[in-house]
């Protein structure tokens, strides 16, 4: 029985600040990848953060300098800052297959939506 929930999701202006977290079952994010997917309106899924079960940290272009992914304890966390309207979408945590971060996932969030405007 595994699970994960997100939670931080919300409306901000450009240049703004959230930070999402991801509730999992006790001993997920000391077993496995995990990492952040975002589906914006009209895209394909995409992952854009990932982090090994060791902590070893990989972004996407996009979000390099702005985004900041780790974990405590039973959770996992996403800090974005400066926020743009491209980072709208829905954020959904998932859990991999392996220690490692490879293209599969098995557990998924039921998502918590990020909306960038004016």
């Known amino acids: 029985q595994v699970q994960v929930a997100e939670s931080g999701g919300g409306s901000v202006h450009p240049g703004g600040s959230l930070t999402l977290s991801c509730a999992a079952t006790?001993?997920?994010?000391?077993?496995?990848?995990m990492a952040w997917f975002r589906q914006a309106p009209g895209k394909e899924r995409e992952k854009i953060a990932s982090i090994t079960r060791s902590g070893s940290p990989t972004l996407k272009d996009s979000v390099r300098n702005r985004f900041t992914i780790s974990k405590r304890e039973n959770t996992l966390y996403l800090q974005m800052d400066n926020l743009k309207p491209e980072d709208t979408g829905m954020y959904y945590c998932?859990?991999?297959?392996?220690?490692?971060?490879?293209?599969?996932?098995?557990?998924w969030g039921q998502g918590t939506q990020v909306t960038v405007s004016s």
């Open positions: 006790p001993g997920v994010t000391d077993s496995w990848c």
């Open positions: 998932a859990v991999g297959d392996t220690s490692f971060c490879t293209n599969k996932f098995v557990y």
